[in-house]
């Protein structure tokens, strides 16, 4: 019998997740537990953190600053911002360190690795969920009705997750090689927040380098959600697509990344 390596995209396995199905499940619940346990208020950090951010960044930005807001009150303008971004910016910090720390089970038993980054990203939907029951009763508060568009707040949710595992699937690969992945990942979201439009609007970057910012894909996300939520100006077609197209660029290599590099984590972590 010879045995030789497959190839192409048999060789991703992509077959084993479906199979695996229900352990994705259980790895996604051990992370929503773990990552409350030992909690005096448990879930309600989900609402705590945009909300205290939305704060201070309308001291900052909108009294201080005079950041301008398009006609949208200036808390409902960056909160519905920092839902996107916290469930990316999160999600990516825990993705980032799940396979390192999932080490024990890793160097033991075969399952496939992939599951381990997906489940801490798709774990973050339970805090986007809650924090966008909180968002739903601001717009009352302030009186801000949903439009048609709000139908729309699905695909930009999708398109958040595409973003997320893509960058989820090269830095947890990365991290179990490098540490240094982990210890440079706050520095990095600290900036890449600040290049993408949450507490600023879209309309303050001039036009001559708005190809340039559209490359960043969360900037299409952002401006996803205030149009379906906000009824801002929604985003155009063709900076639209190119974000998409970097997300399924990222995605794509990512998995193959990981995928290439997860023979070696049982000797390397």
Known sequence: MVIEPS????????????????????????????????????????????????IVLTVIFSHFGRFPSDGTPYPIFSFTALLAWNFFAN??????????????????????RLLVPIAAAVAMVVDLVI??????????????????????????????????????FWLSALNVKYRDVSHALP??????????????????VPAKWQLLYNLNPMVGVVQGFRWALLGQASPQLAFLTLNVAVALVGLLSGLVYFTRTERTFADVI
């Not at 695996?20 to 448990?42: H, M, N, P």
């Not at 990095?188 to 949450?198: G, I, K, N």
């Open 7 to 54: 190839r192409g995209w048999a060789s991703l396995r992509l077959w084993d997740l479906w199979k695996y199905r229900e352990l994705l499940y259980f790895l996604v619940w051990r992370d929503v537990k773990v990552r409350y346990s030992q909690t005096a208020i448990g879930v309600a950090w989900a609402v705590i953190q945009p909300l205290a951010t939305t």
């Open 91 to 112: 999600g990516l910090g825990r993705g980032a360190i799940s396979v390192a720390n999932s080490a024990p089970v890793i160097s033991k038993i075969y399952f496939p």
């Open 131 to 168: 924090a966008f029951a909180v968002l739903l009763g601001m717009m009352v508060w302030f009186g801000i009705k949903l439009t048609p568009a709000m139908l729309t707040l699905p695909l930009f949710v999708l398109l958040d997750l595409l973003v997320l595992l893509g960058f989820v």
């Open 187 to 204: 520095l990095l979201l600290q900036l890449w927040m600040y290049a993408t439009p949450v507490v600023y609007p879209l309309s303050v």
